[in-house]
């Protein structure tokens, strides 16, 4: 193919060009055409993350139903596998919660004491 017959970005392209393999390879993307990222955009993602975890989550409780006996401090009793496993994570999410707020605040208070 010439140099001539090549379609250059801003330019229109003739009947002969489109038709052409090269001319109808998907386009190169630029940062201008590219759509910005948007809290909305953000959130859907979120949510279909969120949505896929439930599943997954739905599919390992009722596969684990079996009974198991808890011994916790002075508590005692029988729960299913699965939720005796909910319980636990839970418990470790909010507890790495509670040290990363500690950081966060630990931080902000050495950021503070070095401002003029």
Same mark, same amino acid.
């Given at each position: 193919?010439?140099?001539h017959l090549r379609?250059?970005?801003g330019t229109p392209i003739d009947s002969a060009t489109a038709a052409s393999p090269k001319a109808?390879?998907?386009p190169s993307t630029s940062p201008t055409t590219r759509m910005p990222h948007t809290r909305t955009g953000a959130a859907w993602f979120g949510? @279909? =993350?969120a949505a896929l975890? @439930? =599943?997954v989550l739905i599919v390992f409780m009722l596969q684990n139903t079996r009974s198991v006996e808890i011994h916790f401090l002075w508590m005692h009793g029988t729960l299913p596998l699965?939720?005796?496993l909910l319980i636990a994570g839970v418990g470790v999410a909010i507890l790495t919660m509670v040290v990363g707020a500690a950081r966060i605040t630990q931080l902000r208070r050495l950021s503070r004491r070095q401002r003029p």
């Open positions: 193919m010439s140099n379609a250059t970005r109808s390879a998907a949510i @279909c =993350v975890l @439930c =599943v699965a939720l005796a």
